[in-house]
């Protein structure tokens, strides 16, 4: 039971994701509603049978001051697709300072990115320019609902109205 379910506000939008078994007891409590359910998969017990939640929305408005996504190593490979953004190996990985550290680079969503240790200290004390080396993509910081649909692994077709209608707005 390792898929997921998409959990939003009682506006619709996006708060996050759980488990379906966490899910199945929010909506079983009514605390939360189905909004969409799996076609393939249902829940079983001894004497019934349940729909399989992909999309529930919370009773209660959930007050949320900052939705951001946390800046640490996984989530800037998640980004990258696990690979060099110099070479696009997909192994022995590390992540670099396009702006070296040593000459006032940030460590931040826009200076971070992951490159395989042989580029890594190819590039050393310089920047991709004077390195002669070629970046595949520029970083970026994804904002909560881009990295809830392109970065958490697999994204359920039931969930691309919600994160798709929110990205509108920003």
């Given at each position: 039971?390792g898929r997921k379910v998409l959990i939003l506000n009682q506006d619709y939008s996006a708060l996050g994701i759980c488990s379906v078994p966490k899910?199945?007891?929010?909506?079983?409590?009514?605390?939360?509603?189905?909004?969409?359910?799996?076609?393939?998969?249902?829940?079983?017990?001894?004497?019934?049978?349940?729909?399989?939640?992909?999309?529930?929305?919370?009773?209660?408005?959930?007050?949320?001051?900052?939705?951001?996504?946390?800046?640490?190593?996984?989530?800037?490979?998640?980004?990258?697709?696990?690979?060099?953004?110099?070479?696009?190996?997909?192994?022995?990985?590390?992540?670099?300072?396009?702006?070296?550290?040593?000459?006032?680079?940030?460590?931040?969503?826009?200076?971070?990115?992951?490159?395989?240790?042989?580029?890594?200290?190819?590039?050393?004390?310089?920047?991709?320019?004077?390195?002669?080396?070629?970046?595949?993509?520029?970083?970026?910081?994804?904002?909560?609902?881009?990295?809830?649909?392109?970065?958490?692994?697999?994204?359920?077709?039931?969930?691309?109205?919600?994160?798709?209608?929110?990205?509108?707005?920003?």
């Amino acid at each position: 039971m390792g898929r997921k379910v998409l959990i939003l506000n009682q506006d619709y939008s996006a708060l996050g994701i759980c488990s379906v078994p966490k899910a199945f007891l929010l909506v079983y409590l009514n605390k939360a509603e189905l909004v969409a359910q799996s076609e393939a998969f249902v829940l079983r017990t001894v004497d019934d049978e349940y729909p399989s939640p992909t999309v529930i929305r919370l009773h209660r408005y959930i007050h949320l001051p900052y939705k951001g996504v946390m800046l640490n190593r996984q989530n800037i490979f998640k980004r990258d697709s696990n690979r060099c953004q110099y070479c696009g190996k997909h192994e022995d990985l590390t992540l670099d300072h396009v702006m070296p550290k040593s000459r006032g680079g940030k460590t931040n969503w826009d200076n971070l990115i992951t490159a395989c240790k042989r580029c890594n200290s190819q590039k050393g004390d310089l920047t991709p320019e004077e390195a002669g080396m070629k970046l595949y993509q520029k970083p970026f910081k994804p904002s909560f609902l881009v990295f809830l649909r392109d970065f958490s692994g697999s994204v359920e077709e039931t969930w691309m109205p919600f994160l798709a209608k929110r990205e509108k707005l920003y």
